[in-house]
């Protein structure tokens, strides 16, 4: 008999999430803030001069993105990416589904494997809407005109978009830590409410850690910090080192992070529904 | 490989002090309707739940056409199908796209036989409808219509008619009955035992978590208590010709009489009562119901709270 895999449970999940009126709550979100920022620039004077390409956002509509990726840190892309990752096994429990799909030809395994893989593509589709957003909006506002780079190097129009794009995929490799921190209070509470707010919880509580005075030395091992590893593109040579080290440390916390989740509902006993 | 759709051995569950579930053996031979009786929380549902390999037991394994589902995993499932409690479903899904779900997670040609099961269970109509707007009675059917959907050798159905109103149940009683004669094997867990009695062949009595009987039902009516009334001319006399015979004979209400003995006892003593001149009136056989033998059975058990009676229909 031909068996279904990892392909049927991960397109199902994302039929699932396309189904839910909570997944268009995130995307809604990484919709409207590009564009309310950039409507707060045509109808303000001054810019966030105290970030990261801040002061350019009216000379080039391509720092608008930027700027969003550095705002969204605090809270808004965390709490995005764990409105679907908290809530993707969790549900299951509040819906009492769990064992409905689990008495199917699908192992434990292949249905873990299809929601995580829609939890990060949710995150990345999240990421993806703003980006496009940021820079339509940004450039329709600003112009698409060069960009000044972290070194003072005037960058094309066209080399700052590309950097921009690769900027963005460094940015979800720490979202994914994220996703699978998110997957695993869900696994772990089995309540969506518990794992979404834990998730958005351990992000601000990396934040915290970081500007404590007396832990500067944890810094570059915090997950917060990974969000800022994509500046390295705008240096030049280009700084390779924080976007290693964002790799291997949101690897560092994806990880075991994903093997507890695995492990929780692969052995977990489904007594509810 | 074995062929009997479930061969449990010595299933235990232990929720930390609590024993749930001790040392369960359970045999479901093909083309059984199978019983699965006890009161509310006796434990019938966490055994088919490990059954179904949604909860691990702490001792014991339980075989599906001799396969772990705790080791093969879903492979295990290949021909059973069913559900425990109520069946669940996506609410913010319309019943047939739940089915479409369901016939992808199954593979092979389940997605063609969708149209089929929502007609059998006659949700064709409402199959449009989400799920979350369903009555209980429309859910319960929407799950034997998942169960069919995968068309199964092995039916596992946790009390499908409780919360029905009498109609639904009568439907629900003739689709499990349609379904064993198609050759199905049905493992039917319920606390009501007219209905078990009605549909089932073998039975397992389960209370506090503990099989008390397991084995045909037929058997377990006629070896057990099985009761006949005799009214003769002469009660007190065929009393003591019953004492001389060793049958334990005893009054019942009025002038009759009762007796618990097999076949040839019986023959014996009508004879004998025949020859001491004695005329008999009556004799009639009554199968001992279920539920006076789960009483019996389980000692001491009070028939108020613990099983119960099927409902009736009352007419006005």
Redesign the interface.
Known sequence: ????GVA??Y??EV??LV??KRTYLGLGAAFAVPLIFVTALHFQSGSPNDVAFGRYVRESGLAVPLVLLLFGSIWLFPLITALVAGDIIASEDH???L???????????QVFAGKALAAVTYAALALAVTGVAAVVAGSLESGFNPLIDLSGQPVSASHALALVGASFLVYLVPMMAIACIGLCLSAVTRNSAAAVVGTLMFALLMQLIGILPGLGGLNPYLLSTQLSAWQGFFRVPTDWEPIVRGLWVSGAYALPALAAAYLVFL?R???G? | MSDRPIEARGLTKLYGERLAVSAVDVTVEPGDVYGYLGPNGAGKTTSLRMMLGLIRPTAGTALLFGRDPQLAGARALDGVAGFVEAPRFYPYLTARKNLELLAAFDGDDAGSRISAVLDAVDLADSAGDRVGGYSHGMQQRLGIAAALLLDPRLLILDEPTTGLDPAGMRDMRDLVRRLAADGLTVLLSSHLMAEVEELCNRVAIIRTGEILYEGSLDQLLRGHGQSRRIRVTDPARALTIAQTMGIDLRRSDGDGLELEAGDEAVVGLTVALGEAGIGIRELTTGRASLEHLFFQLTEGGDADDELAVEPQVVAV
Do not use: E, F
Request: hydrophobic residues 25%; proline residues 3%; glycine residues 10%.
């Open positions: 008999m031909s068996r279904p049927t449970a397109r199902w039929r699932k189904a839910q819906n009492g589904t064992k409905t799909i689990l008495t199917r030809s699908l192992d434990r395994g052995r006993d489904v007594t529904g």
